[in-house]
Structure formats: C-alpha cells, structure tokens
T-cell receptor, first 122, second 110 residues
Framework: QLQLQESGPGLLEPSETLSLTCSVS??????????WGWFRQAPGKGLEWVGT???????YHSPSLRGRLAISIDTSRNQFSVNVSSVTAADTAIYYCARHAGSNGWSPNDVWGQGTLATVSS | QSVLTQPPSVSGAPGQTVTISCTGS?????????VHWYQQLPGTAPKLLIYDDTYRPSGVPDRFSGSRSGTSASLAITGLQAEDEADYYC??????????FGGGTKLTVL
C-alpha cells in the first residue's frame, strides 16, 4: 500500500535551513508514472504549493520561494526532500508531501503524507 | 491573495445542495488546465475529491460532482451530510508552470 511520511526538525530559529524528507513506501520514486510534490499550510491558512520534482530529478519551484528552495530525490532510500533556506516566521507551517498521479506537474495529488509542523521561532 | 478565487464560506442544511465556485483566468483554468478539488477535514491532510474537472476517485460518493466552464469551475455537493463539514480547495495549473490553489471554502452543515 502506498504511503508517504514526512520527517523533519519541528523547531527552527530564523535564518536557519529547514530540511524535510518524505519517505515513500509502496512505489518507487523513480517510477516514470509519477511526480512528487511539497505543499504547506500556515496555521489557519490555505494550502500553498512549494515545489515539485519529477522522477528524473527535474524541479519546479513556487515563485514565492525561488532562490531559497532546493528539492531532491534519493533513489537509494526511496525518498525525496526539500530544503528551505533563510527561514523566517512566515515559513511556519504544516508541510505535506504528496504524489502527483501522473508524469506532469498538473496531475492531481492523490496520496498525501500526514504532514509535519515546522515552527520558526527565536 | 490566491490566483484562484473561492468563496470563504458556504453553508447548507442536511439534505440540501451546495455549490462552491473556483474562478481563475485565461492563463490557468481558461487555458484548459485541469481542475482538481480537495476536501480537508479538521486536523487532517487534504483528500483528493474530484480530479480532471469531473472525475471521482474510487470511494468518493457520487454526491460530489465537478464541472467547469470558461475560466471557472464548480464543486457541487448534493444530499448534504454532517460529515461533509470541512474545508474545500480547488487546484489548477498555469502557463508559468505553477501549481495553484484557491483560498479554500469552509462548508458548514447547519
């Protein structure tokens, strides 16, 4: 059964780099049938797209985070990760990873992780 | 401010029908990019409800239906039930290679 599980530090200080990993079970992250995405939701706010990575490692970033974002795939561990550098309180959010149910960035996100809260505070 | 516009809230009594709109522009919904809808129950991850404008994933009741016209899309929920109380989000894509979300609509079942 396909499952996604986010992991990361819960608390960061301003200017640090947020590093999150999504562990995937039940399907290979290198399957040519899927892309993989990161999303976030600030407390009490709506969903926001962070970025997407293809099975081949090509990446697409939200313009609001461009310059601070890096997304990668680790095929040996069947994981994909996101780094957000120079974080501020505005980056405090629940971060979700999700599968795109197709080999393009506009395919729907059919399986989601449970989410992990990242809080930026001094 | 979201690129896709949804009403902040809608409400209805059990058994009634509610509709949630999602308005975009010629660079996203109007450019024929598919619209997807998600349901988010309190404290949980989003769940795919409708994909590619009108299709329901396996297990989603046929009380939920999607449609689109021009630069807008809609989600209709018929036979409203208490368990439908949740936040609903539309999602699409644009020619700048961005995944877009609506601001979300809170559905209250009276």
């Amino acid at each position: 059964q396909l499952q996604l599980q986010e992991s990361g530090p819960g608390l960061l200080e301003p200017s640090e780099t947020l590093s999150l990993t999504c562990s995937v079970s039940g399907v290979s992250v290198t399957s040519p049938n899927y892309y993989w995405g990161w999303f976030r939701q600030a407390p009490g706010k709506g969903l926001e797209w962070v970025g997407t990575i293809s099975y081949g490692g090509g990446t697409y970033h939200s313009p609001s985070l461009r310059g601070r974002l890096a997304i990668s795939i680790d095929t040996s561990r069947n994981q994909f990760s996101v780094n957000v550098s120079s974080v501020t309180a505005a980056d405090t959010a629940i971060y979700y990873c999700a599968r795109h149910a197709g080999s393009n960035g506009w395919s729907p996100n059919d399986v989601w992780g449970q989410g992990t809260l990242a809080t930026v505070s001094s | 401010q979201s690129v896709l516009t949804q009403p902040p809230s809608v409400s209805g009594a059990p058994g009634q029908t509610v509709t949630i709109s999602c308005t975009g522009s010629s660079s996203n919904i109007g450019a024929r990019y598919d619209v997807h809808w998600y349901q988010q129950l309190p404290g949980t991850a989003p769940k795919l409800l409708i994909y590619d404008d009108t299709y329901r994933p396996s297990g989603v009741p046929d009380r939920f239906s999607g449609s689109r016209s021009g630069t807008s899309a809609s989600l209709a929920i018929t036979g409203l039930q208490a368990e439908d109380e949740a936040d609903y989000y539309c999602q699409s894509y644009d020619s700048s290679l961005r995944v877009l979300f609506g601001g979300g609509t809170k559905l209250t079942v009276l």
